[in-house]
């Protein structure tokens, strides 16, 4: 089993930054794919980030392409999503994902393993 939990989410003005963090505790898996996912009240859940087991493959949604950017320390068994320039739209709770494929993570679909989620509000 493997339990993810993210940190780092809070309260930051338009234009601010935040770093999200993902720890995974329990059994770890180096080999997992791992992402992001996003869900707003009264929207559905969506894609953000997801980074290959070996950190070599990168995928991002078109919203948040050249803001966001994903990395994974594996050592640390842990992944982060640096996020810059936020913005209102990009206030919800982000949740930390796990999953044998990276397609699976950005189809928000079957995906693995969910941590509980952490609240990003961006304030105009």
């Known amino acids: 089993q493997v339990r993810l939990v993210e940190s780092g989410g809070g309260l930051v003005q338009a234009g601010g930054s935040l770093r999200l963090s993902c720890a995974a505790s329990?059994?770890?898996?180096?080999?997992?794919?791992m992402g992001w996912v996003r869900q707003a009240p009264g929207k559905e859940r969506e894609f953000v980030a997801a980074?290959?087991?070996?950190?070599?493959?990168?995928y991002y949604a078109d919203s948040v392409k050249g803001r966001f950017t994903i990395s994974r320390d594996n050592a640390k068994n842990t992944v982060y999503l640096q996020m810059n320039s936020l913005k209102p739209e990009d206030t919800a709770v982000y949740y930390c994902a796990a999953d044998t494929s990276a397609f699976d993570i950005r189809a928000t679909d079957r995906i693995d393993y969910w941590g509980q989620g952490t609240q990003v509000t961006v304030s105009s």
């Open positions: 980074i290959s087991w070996s950190g070599g493959n990168t």
């Open positions: 329990g059994r770890t898996f180096s080999n997992y794919a």
